[in-house]
């Protein structure tokens, strides 16, 4: 019984403390290696693509192309901001609904003690506190309520197609400015509402429009003929 104790015994120790590998080395058995591919193993093919050796490849025709030049800026000066670049506006707008008008540009008879009898401007009469918008984007270079015969206006400078042009917006409520000289608007960003405030006899938009040189011209015929939208 000692013998075979000993026996297993030994034959523990030999399986606990000798490699696998070395216990069957003399494994004449012929296996296959773990790092075999499994058999049976589908082998994906990558794919091609393939063209036809009558295929051609058709040239683009660079003379179909024209490249411009983004139109250059006009620089605005602007009292107490400096200069301010300004970029052709892609959009022009009414500044109010234009369905109501009462004096056009040009002469005219004086409406009032003091009123001009050559008006440099269209009136609107949209009604009292109509929201007044400016035509075209642009900087605004003047936003007051001390504006004289004015009263409470508006001015922004515009670049329309190259040109410099200037929008005024004259009798504005008191109080309904929403802009600030140095301001970028764009079309139809609100300004203020219609009032009538400085030299006027009534609710109403007196809108001028000039130019570089400052010579008024008929905003009406101007709108009718640029407004976009």
Excluded at 115 to 142: K, M, R
Aim: proline share 7%; net charge negative.
């Amino acid at each position: 019984m000692s013998l075979a104790a000993m026996s297993l015994a030994g034959g523990m120790l030999l399986a606990t403390s000798v490699p696998a590998l070395a216990v069957s080395a003399t494994d004449t058995e012929v296996r296959a290696s773990v790092y075999a591919p499994e058999s049976g193993a589908v082998s994906e093919r990558s794919q091609t693509l393939e063209v036809s050796a009558e295929a051609t490849l058709q040239p683009i025709d660079i003379g179909e192309w024209d490249v411009e030049a983004a139109p250059p800026p006009i620089e605005s000066s602007v009292a107490g901001v400096g200069d301010v670049s300004l970029l052709e506006s892609p959009r022009i707008v009414w500044p109010v609904d234009p369905s109501r008008t009462s004096d056009g540009f040009g002469p005219r008879v004086a409406p009032c003690g003091g009123c001009s009898t050559e008006h440099d401007g269209v009136d609107f009469n949209p009604g009292a506190g109509a929201p007044i918008v400016s035509i075209a984007d642009g900087v605004v270079i003047t936003a007051t309520e001390a504006g004289g015969g004015f009263g409470a206006y508006v001015e922004v400078q515009h670049n329309i197609n190259g040109v410099l042009i200037t929008s005024l917006y004259a009798h504005m409520q008191y109080g309904s400015i929403q802009v600030s000289a140095g301001q970028r608007v764009s079309a139809g960003d609100p300004l203020g509402a219609v009032g009538s405030t400085g030299q006027s006899t009534g609710p109403h938009l007196h809108l001028e429009m000039y130019g570089a040189d400052g010579v008024r011209f008929d905003g009406m015929a101007w709108l009718q003929a640029n407004v976009t939208g």
